[in-house]
């Protein structure tokens, strides 16, 4: 299964791209889609590219349905062989 996952942007890196986390899973990505992205972030993620910026209220809320879910571990695998 393939999932758009929220992502917090940790580091900016080379231009175009950056590094996000999802509970511990670090991962370069790109940022080619999307405008004006900072550290501090939350970006939907999919296929290594980030889609569009997403509220930090919102990807929390994502991110806790997903662990109740107990999908948590399965999106930080998916992220984690991008």
Known sequence: MCLA??????????????????GGVRKEISLALINDAAVGDY?????GYALQKLDPEEAQRT?????????????RSELDVQ
């Open 5 to 22: 996952i929220p992502a917090l942007i940790e580091e900016l890196t080379t231009p175009g791209n950056a590094i996000v986390n999802l």
């Open 63 to 75: 991110l806790e349905m997903f662990a109740e879910m107990g999908q948590i571990d399965e999106l």
């Open 43 to 47: 970006v939907i993620v999919h296929v």
